[in-house]
């Protein structure tokens, strides 16, 4: 029995050992089943861009789903490229894109996790869609890229086959649950796309790239005796496209086995048929040299190069091969020998070449045998620097916008990175350089707004100022206790109350400013922020008593001084020509005769223009001063002599030029103004011996702004210019700004926000987009113009160039900037002598100027504010022109971005692809060893 239970127990342990081991094997089959039945392509993104059909489709090539993109971007246009090259479209991701005619950016967002590293991938195929042959009539034809908030580089498909794709490749890491991809406009050519694909890498891969470096493809070459011109996937687990390197014949010596290649490490994982090929030379030479230049569009010097070279010795004889590797004449990797069918890959981790790469392979005296090489990548720097808006921020605004279904508006991509593409309506705060901008200011007024007041609003513990004036919001006042809020504009709505007891208390505090007049909750309430800020009676009073006034003194004097004057003057010529009915203004009034005493018998012409001729003349007391004399004579067939007459005898200012009176005569209409001995602003910045310094520049420039907010803001009715620009800025002799030429000058009151001109009159570059579309003036035509006046400041340039078509300066800027630093576009003549703080908030402060949308430009009281606050707190009055700079730094030194990285040299036989850089430069040159 003890036996028999011994051998029962024996048998019982070992069924359960068996057992046990059944369903481990189970385990680790149903895990490998698992494993396998997961599909390699598995956390690939691909979308086809301008694909209608809302189904997927498996592409017949690669067997890859794609998608259409309607679920990842906001806006633009689907088309199909042009009948033509239907045909020879190689994949249906060729024959259809998505361009963006509207926005300087619009961005597709693609699901990602944080923190893990991607290659992403953008497909361009024009094809003609327009039917315009962009790509081929002569014009420069380009658009730029961004990954996230950073610039990524530009799609330059000047001068190339609308059949051609071509391909741009960044290796990043998703900076949260979403990667962007922003398209952006730089005025020379409507930016579209055709694919977007993404593809997860391993942790492992490239070490090198993290948050705040990326690396954009540059050039993948595979080497050896391959049919196909690109290796993708499946062949490649990750879908890099390793291109086909073109030249194989002798001496170059190809090398092929079927034997496996071991890998060592995962950090490239290069498929292994790759390294089952290699290219080596003829055993008579000793060097190969490879070359990788930039294009003919590319600016080489702002080019940072990472080569990575893979190797895996596959000659079946075990001889010595040696050799060293060299950029140019710098050793990189002295005495290399690739190790025998094992993969092995060389580069220097976070060391980037400079300018074009040229590698030479050089045996060494040791060796058996010449170099030989499989692969290599060579990628570009692509710096992360620009911070993304603050989480939080970014969460409620996004919030907002779909609370109020804001599609209409350009809100595309982060909401405050990068500074020139910020969201129209939106003013953010970048103090702090280490830390993400937060959004201090939000403007919604007059878009149209429904429904109740969004929570969101609440969330944002930065927001100081918001104005949701003129929208159709009903409900309650929120219940907004945010410690920051200062401003808060409520009015014309349909609020209807209550108002909650925070907002009341940090109103009587004097901690906010509350407006809620025009909403139905001030039917029964009296308070200040129920009514327009000055009394509404008294106003009307004032506007009605003091111009009947005004206009009676007017009237009794000047019929007094045309009764002085008629009896003063004897001269037969005047009386002759003298109009009958003279200009009830308080100005003096010039005869014909005197003008001709003033200015010498009109002999020094000091200018020239449109409107007639300018000469210097001095009066009796000696004082200099600069007589307009109008081609016109007489008011009837003057557009511009009355309102300048008008506006400036009742204007006065420092920075407003001063009317020392008029001759209106049979013979002449004149205009007599102070003197201005320093000429204009234009002058100054594109002409002469003498160059204005970067303060001097600030001052002249917040000059104009207060001599347009006193226009704006002080005069009543307010008086818009019109024609602000460079030309009309004179410089006194102390270099003070001094706006002129007020004849196309209109004045309305504050009933209207208004007037409607039968045509948009002014100065190409300087027309706001907004007037010259409806032909209705506001104060922030002005503020366009002045836009423009600041970045002539900047730059030095006009506001149009030829380069070498027309383009206006704002796009100028944006493309500069978008493609290298913000000093790109500084005027030379400063000789990086500026504060860079400074400069940037200048260059911020333009581009605000210049929104296409009126409502989303400052005012000027904004405007001089801000350039107040840029100039030195000890600079208390003018410089002299000859004065030094108080204050000025170099600006500080930046890594330059990359500027357009395009297209390569290699023959791509049989395919319609190309890769990112044609018009590069790629070959391999001989060196004879003997």
């Not at 290219?279 to 060097?287: A, F, G, P, Q």
């Not at 019929?559 to 003063?568: E, F, Q, T």
């Not at 605000?848 to 009055?877: F, H, Q, W, Y």
Request: proline share 5%; charged share 20%.
């Amino acid at each position: 029995m003890a036996i028999s239970f011994s051998c029962s127990a024996c048998s019982q342990k070992s069924s359960a050992t068996k057992l046990t081991w059944f369903f481990a094997l189970l385990l680790i089959l149903a895990t490998m089943i698992q494993v396998r039945a997961q599909p390699p392509t598995a956390g690939f993104v691909n979308i086809d861009c301008g694909w209608t059909n809302s189904s997927a489709y498996i592409d017949n090539t690669t067997r890859i789903v794609y998608r259409f993109d309607g679920e990842s971007v906001e806006g633009g246009l689907s088309h199909e490229i042009s009948e033509e090259f239907m045909a020879g479209a190689a994949n249906e991701q060729q024959k259809t894109l998505r361009s963006f005619p509207d926005g300087p950016r619009n961005c597709y967002t693609l699901a990602s996790i944080i923190g893990k590293k991607y290659l992403l991938r953008a497909l361009f195929t024009y094809g003609n869609y327009d039917g315009l042959n962009k790509t081929m009539d002569g014009s420069p034809f380009l658009f730029g890229l961004h990954i996230g908030v950073n610039f990524w580089e530009s799609v330059n498909l000047t001068n190339t086959d609308p059949s051609d794709t071509v391909w741009k490749e960044v290796i990043t890491v998703a900076p949260s649950n979403a990667v962007s991809v922003c398209l952006i406009n730089f005025g020379s050519g409507t930016p579209f796309i055709s694919a977007l694909e993404l593809r997860p890498l391993e942790d492992t891969m490239y070490p090198f790239v993290n948050t705040s470096v990326s690396i954009s493809y540059f050039q993948r070459f595979r080497f050896g005796n391959i049919t196909d011109p690109i290796t993708r996937y499946p062949t490649d687990n990750y879908d890099r496209f390793w291109q086909r390197w073109p030249d194989t014949s002798y001496p170059w010596i190809n090398l092929n086995t079927n034997n496996k290649v071991k890998s060592l490490d995962n950090v490239f994982n290069v498929p292994s048929d790759i390294f089952q090929k290699a290219l080596t030379i003829d055993t008579n030479y000793s060097h190969m040299s490879i070359i990788v230049a930039t294009g003919r569009n590319q600016d080489g010097k702002s080019l940072q190069l990472l080569p990575i070279f893979h190797f895996a010795d596959i000659n079946e004889r075990n001889l010595s091969r040696r050799f060293n590797i060299y950029n140019a004449e710098d050793l990189l990797f002295p005495d290399f020998s690739p190790l025998r069918f094992q993969m092995d890959s060389k580069y220097k981790s976070g060391e980037f070449l400079h300018a074009d790469a040229f590698f030479n392979l050089s045996k060494t005296p040791s060796s058996s045998l010449p170099p030989l090489i499989n692969a290599l990548e060579v990628y570009s720097l692509v710096r992360m620097d620009n911070l993304t808006t603050d989480s939080a921020d970014d969460k409620y605004i996004k919030e907002v916008k779909t609370h109020y279904n804001l599609a209409q508006r350009n809100w595309n991509g982060d909401p405050c990175s990068p500074r020139e593409y910020s969201w129209e309506g939106l003013t953010c705060d970048y103090s702090k350089s280490n830390q993400n901008p937060r959004i201090v200011t939000v403007n919604l007024s007059t878009s149209r707004l429904r429904g109740g007041f969004a929570i969101s609003f609440m969330n944002m513990t930065s927001l100081e100022n918001l104005d949701l004036s003129h929208n159709n919001l009903t409900g309650a006042i929120p219940d907004y206790q945010l410690k920051s809020l200062k401003f808060l504009d409520l009015s014309n709505n349909k609020l209807d109350g209550p108002i909650s007891d925070s907002i009341l208390q940090r109103f009587q505090a004097g901690l906010l400013d509350l407006r809620l007049e025009g909403n139905p909750v001030c039917s029964n309430v009296k308070d200040t922020y129920c009514s327009k800020k000055k009394n509404t009676t008294s106003t009307m009073l004032i506007a009605v008593i003091v111009p009947v006034v005004l206009v009676s003194l007017l009237v009794v004097m000047g019929i007094l001084w045309k009764l002085y004057w008629k009896g003063k003057s004897g001269d037969d010529e005047d009386s002759m020509y003298e109009e009958e009915t003279p200009l009830h203004i308080d100005i003096r009034r010039f005869t014909y005769t005197e003008l001709k005493h003033i200015t010498n018998d009109f002999q020094s012409i000091i200018g020239k223009g449109g409107f007639g001729t300018v000469y210097h003349g001095t009066l009796e007391n000696d004082d200099e001063v600069a007589v307009k004399v109008l081609m016109e004579k007489s008011i009837a067939e003057s557009t511009d002599f009355l309102p300048e007459v008008q506006t400036l005898s009742k204007v006065h200012h420092k920075n407003l030029v001063t009317l020392q009176g008029y001759c209106q005569n049979k013979k002449c209409l004149a205009l007599v103004y102070d003197f201005m001995p320093r000429g204009n602003l234009q002058q100054l910045l594109r002409g002469g011996d003498y160059s204005l310094n970067w303060e001097q520049r600030l001052h002249i420039a917040l000059d104009a702004a207060q001599g347009l907010e006193y226009l704006h803001e002080l005069c009543t009715p307010s008086i818009v210019h019109r024609d602000v620009k460079t030309p009309n800025i004179l410089l006194d002799k102390n270099l003070v700004g001094i706006i002129s030429d007020f004849g196309l000058s209109r004045a309305f009151n504050d009933a209207h926000t208004h007037i409607s001109t039968a045509a948009a009159a002014g100065t190409p570059g300087y027309i706001d987009p907004e007037y010259h579309a409806s032909y209705q003036i506001t104060v922030k035509t002005d503020v366009y113009s002045f836009g423009i006046v600041l970045l002539e400041i900047i730059t030095g340039q006009p506001p149009l160039l030829m380069d070498p078509q027309t383009v206006h300066l704002p796009n100028w800027v944006r493309q500069k900037i978008a493609m290298g630093s913000i000093r790109d576009v500084v005027d030379k003549r400063l000789l990086d002598q500026y504060d860079a703080s400074s400069l940037q908030s200048v260059v911020d402060l333009a581009m605000n100027c210049v929104e296409n949308a009126a409502i989303d430009r400052p005012t000027m009281t904004v405007v001089a504010t801000r350039l107040k606050g840029l100039l030195p707190a000890v600079s208390s009055e003018k410089q002299s022109a000859s004065a030094t700079p108080r204050r000025t730094y170099s600006m500080d030194s930046e890594i330059p971005r990359q500027f357009q990285l395009m297209i390569s040299g290699a023959s791509n036989e049989g395919s319609s692809f190309q890769s990112g850089h044609t018009n590069g430069m790629s070959q391999m040159s001989l060196l004879s060893g003997r």
